[in-house]
């Protein structure tokens, strides 16, 4: 049998195994971040080669009712019921009053049934052979490792600003699992679920390096700049907090307009594409502000042909034939990794990110400012809460008039601040930080302050 997943010496040098799914974006969002520690190469738990037929068809059945359920959210009566359903099974409790919560859900502890017989042992075995640090974003992956006793360390990293009890293992004392928090709710709501403390590191969400720039966010600093100058264009954020943004930015002036890139705003759909719709109205809404080159807006459809395809084709009954590739960009790429390399390119010169609170709300770190479109799951509820939190989104007004209140917005400065505060208030390092405590070297950031 040729070996399942990569050597750990092949290509670059592999410090550690990071491990995610192909479910979704999210969980691969976080780990490709991360993949310098893997030496570039993720290794994904529900399509590697060798992978047992046993094991592909568990992923593959849960991949396929998650992805449908949430297309059909939309639908009427059915529609919502049956999302009810599937959401009722993760569902996030209230957090207060605080109580013990440890007590395993039926998810669980149908996870770890499957587990006792035999699901996820290949992939652990074969990472067994190499017992470095492994690193997965979904916690299913982590129960693997601790049940067939992978020999070296293991570490979670939560992706969302709240966690169901299904994160946590069915016995969280006697667990190995070393969690890896986005933020301070998910350190309490953890401790909540019976994981100890000592098993839970404070690192933040790990955004990418190449929109971050090293430990003095060199780049984020230079976009955020160049993001408030297209976002201010009164002045009047700017001459408010000169003094502030000149101690944090430096003391740089605006590039001439001309010199600048255009307004730009990306509309990213999820995985599931169950938004797709809104990303067409949001294109009917903008298509005077689109069509006369005030606004570039993206459609970013990830890797789905048929969300791309469907973009295009309201695109050309909304007249907008014309500002394809120009003001209107419906980029379309043939894979995942390539999806998150150019996503990540495409938001270097993107000013405002319109989503479903996914994720992407941590990207708000990077100083994005982010319009919040309506939350799919109780997790998304929590990352909503979260993202007005800190100040870095809103939610978003009638997608039909978002030529006036957007714009509204923006000339009164108000997006700036948006982008201001999710770089001062959100996360940043969480990527380095991660990588520190992985490798075992001390970190020079400074500790996060619990928020929560």
Known sequence: MSEPVPHAHDG????????????????????????????????????????PASDRGWWRRTRILYELISRLKPVPVIGSALFGMMDDLQRIPEFYPRRDLSRPIIQVRAIYDSINRGFGRHLIEQLARHPLPLVT?????????DVHDYPGDIYCITTDADVSRAWAPLDPKRSRITYIASNGRVVERLKLYGVQEERIILTGFPLPKELVGG???????????????????EGIFMTRYAETIGHELGREYCSPPKDRHPLTMMYSVGGAGAQRRLGVEIMRGLRHKIARRELRFVLSSGT?????????RAAEDLHLHDALGESLLIPLFESRPA????????????????TKPSELSFYTGVGLPIII????GSQEKFNRVWLQYVGGGVPQGDPRYASEW??????SGGVARMAWNGYIEAPTHG????????????SPLPNLPLIV
């Open 12 to 51: 670059r040098s592999r410090r550690a195994w990071v491990v995610d799914v192909n479910m979704g974006y999210g969980h691969s969002r976080a780990a490709f971040a991360l993949r310098d520690l893997a030496g570039g190469e993720v290794v994904t738990a529900n399509d590697y080669p060798g992978i």
């Open 215 to 233: 430990e003095q966010a060199v780049f984020a600093k230079r976009q955020l700049m160049a993001r408030i100058c297209n976002l201010d264009p």
């Open 406 to 411: 957007l714009f509204d917005w923006i000339d």
């Open 339 to 354: 999806y998150f390399s150019g996503f990540n390119r495409l938001l270097e010169t993107t000013d405002i990110l319109w």
């Open 137 to 145: 974003t979904f916690f299913t992956v982590a129960f693997f490792a």
């Open 304 to 312: 789905r042909q048929d969300v791309a395809a469907y973009y295009r």
């Open 431 to 442: 990527t380095y930080r991660i990588e520190d405590l992985v490798l075992g070297r001390k």
């Open 373 to 376: 479109a309506p939350p799919i």
